[in-house]
């Protein structure tokens, strides 16, 4: 047996929504190094040719940039259509992306005065779109015959609260920032729409599965990155590239009888 090789996916095709963003473009490399062909999915398309173009120069493998706005219906249906007649076949999906607003005011307002609008805007982009391209993608992989793999990327806070405190003396993106309840109940649903992918999926070989990154580092300030740093086991945020192994295991053949579960990349944090 070689048991290495079970985490090549070489030859496979993948998407990869949000493949432009901070995480989403390691989890492009990440999977192109792992021998698969790249679908970069953003609403951000020129972002997502960058991205693209390095992959084919770094690892030799087809990659393109498609444009999508997944909190459309029909752009994801378009999107999935394109995939297939560029790449022919759909092997795994990662559904990945998602959204803060282009108003952080209201993104970051505190509970009792959160507009409902924003709140539906963002479950649009975090949560709606996973159901939209999972349903397409799905279906594909069904029609396929030859099974899936499905990753969802959730966060920390979908499965825990936050701790409040870490946020005194914070600064990111220009401003004091906090984590906002739609951001916690978006991601808590990307969690069990996971679960009730993996058993409804189960019989055609499609496996579903979620990684939950924890805090990356990304341009907070010292304070933030003390005070996170202070609430986790190993000490400090997360590197983008360390939540690349995980995605790898679940989209390759090494986590052949892994399905529904969640794997928690957070140095530890929900341990204690
Ligand atoms: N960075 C972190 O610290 C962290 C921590 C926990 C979880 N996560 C999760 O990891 C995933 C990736 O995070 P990231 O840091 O790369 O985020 P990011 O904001 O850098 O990237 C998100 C990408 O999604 C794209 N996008 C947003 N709305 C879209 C739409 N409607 N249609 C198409 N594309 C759209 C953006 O253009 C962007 O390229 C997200 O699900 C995020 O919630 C990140």
New binding site residues.
Partial sequence: MKYFQRFSIKGKNAIV?????????HFCMGLADAGANIAV????VE??TEIANEIKKKYGVTAKAIY????SEQSVEEMVETVVSEFGTIDILHN?????SSNLNAFFAPFEEYDLNQWKEIMS??LD?MFLVAKYVGKVMKEQGTGGSIIQ?????GVMGPDNRIYEGSFYLDRQINTPAI?SAS?GGVVALTKYLATYWAKDGIRVNTI?????E?GQNETFKQNYGNRIPLGRM?Q?EEMVGALIYLASDASSYVTGQNILIDGGLSVW
């Fill in positions: 929504t949000g493949g432009a963003g901070i995480l989403g473009s999915v953003d609403i951000n972002n997502a999508c706005d997944l909190t990945n992306a998602a959204g803060k982009t975090n779109s990327t959730s966060s920390i806070y951001y991601k939950t990154p924890g805090g990356v990304s997360a983008a």
